[in-house]
Each structure stands twice: as structure tokens, then as C-alpha cells.
């Protein structure tokens, strides 16, 4: 969209710094951190989570779980918010993790944007798509988990 300023940010991480390195996790990411506290500063939030046992990563969980102020100040009523996905696997909980996410974005107020049938790129059975209404999704690997 002309004139839309782009923030790509990330979440903090939760695990101690050894189990991290050791989990193959890379540290030293060009994206800055958000604070929960900053979101109100967007007209629109397209988040990015991990799936794990189809539902949001710990890591998105704990920033989430700190917009306590922005819900109680109605900051964020009225914004649009989307959610993408990604894990391991075709059938890796990709829309179970949109639909627990959603919760959270409606509890806030704002209003949820998905991936309509209307995007063609979706659809067909020549190759492994990602997405669904809820959201649009990928698969990063298939070795036990590991990014590829």
C-alpha cells in the first residue's frame, strides 16, 4: 500500500541463552525486539508464530500475555491483525495455532484478517500449499523439527 511504513520486529526470547544456542536458535537477528507496549503504535499487526503442538510458541505466548494495558486501555480496538504460521510438518496444527491466536487478537478488540479463497496461489493439488482462511502458513522442514 503507497505511503504504509513497514516495522518487521521480533519477540523475546524465553529460554536461557544455552538452550537456545544448543536448540540451533540464531541470536543474532537483524530484527530489533518488540515491547508489548509498542503495539498500540500500529494501525495494522501481522504477527508471525511457530507451531508448536498446534498452538502459538511460549515465546509469542509470554509478549501476548503482557498486553494486559493495552487491553484494559482499548489501544488496540479496532486494528487489524493477521497471523501467519509455520511448522515442521504438512499437517503440523497450522490452524488450531491460527484459531487459539485469534482468540487473543478478538479479545483485543481487533478486527482478524485471514487468507480467502479468493487467492488463487492457495489452491490446487500439484504441489504442497500452505494456508487457509484463518491465515498462511508454510512448512520449514521435515527433520525431526529442524529448519531448513
Do not use: C
Not at 53 to 77: I, Y
Amino acid at each position: 500500500m503507497p505511503g504504509a511504513n513497514l516495522v518487521v520486529k521480533r519477540v523475546p526470547e524465553t529460554v536461557a541463552a544455552d538452550v537456545f544456542a544448543n536448540a540451533g536458535g540464531k541470536s543474532q537477528q537483524a530484527a530489533p525486539v518488540a515491547g508489548p507496549g509498542e503495539l498500540g503504535n500500529y494501525d495494522a499487526i501481522i504477527v508471525g508464530t511457530g507451531t508448536r503442538f498446534g498452538n502459538l510458541t511460549g515465546q509469542m505466548r509470554t509478549f501476548l500475555d503482557q498486553t494486559g494495558a493495552l487491553w484494559l486501555s482499548g489501544a488496540l480496538v479496532g486494528k487489524v491483525g493477521s497471523v501467519f504460521s509455520s511448522s515442521a510438518t504438512q499437517h503440523g496444527g497450522q490452524e488450531s495455532t491460527f484459531l487459539t491466536f485469534h482468540v487473543t487478537l478478538l479479545h483485543q478488540g481487533r478486527i482478524i484478517v485471514g487468507l480467502p479463497y479468493a487467492e488463487q496461489r492457495q489452491m490446487g493439488l500439484d504441489e504442497i500449499k500452505g494456508g487457509s482462511p484463518y491465515g498462511a502458513s508454510t512448512i520449514t522442514g521435515g527433520n525431526g523439527g529442524e529448519n531448513t
